[in-house]
């Protein structure tokens, strides 16, 4: 089953990420909290922790869960045969995906230790029904 593995946010947009074990996430707006909350269709971001320790082994980083900006890091779901469009549950919420990855120009400034992964492998969602998400809570494909 795949499943969350960490729920992220910040306080402020320059700031890492950290996991704060559950949220909610709103409808219209993101994880409640956190600092990129309402700001555009990209509500939620997700990142899998496949990712994450893969990068680790390459940099010889020690990344955890929201070291990439993430909202979501999931464990168990390939984020890469996701499409825009797709719908996914996440706890008790409903998101869908509206974006994969970052154009190459995208403004994108935030890293870990000089490694950047969100533009390439995130994948960037609204909320389209408001919900709970806790660590372990499962995440699914429920449609598109």
Do not use: W
Request: with cysteine; hydrophobic share 40%.
């Amino acid at each position: 089953m795949a499943h969350v593995v960490a729920v992220c946010q910040s306080q402020q947009r320059t700031d890492p990420k950290v996991d704060v074990g559950e949220g909610e996430l709103r409808a219209g707006h993101g994880l409640v909290g956190d600092a990129h909350a309402g700001l555009s269709e990209r509500q939620v971001s997700l990142l899998a922790i496949e990712s994450i320790e893969r990068v680790n082994r390459e940099y010889g980083i020690t990344a955890v869960p929201g070291s990439f900006a993430e909202n979501l890091t999931t464990a168990g779901l390939d984020l890469s045969a996701l499409k825009v469009g797709d719908r996914l549950r996440a706890g008790e919420a409903e998101l869908v995906v509206v974006q994969l990855g970052k154009p190459p120009g995208a403004a994108h400034n935030y890293n870990y230790q000089g490694v950047s992964i969100l533009p390439r492998e995130g994948v960037f969602c609204q909320v389209v029904r408001s919900g709970r998400v806790r660590c372990g809570d499962e995440i699914a494909v429920v449609g598109s």
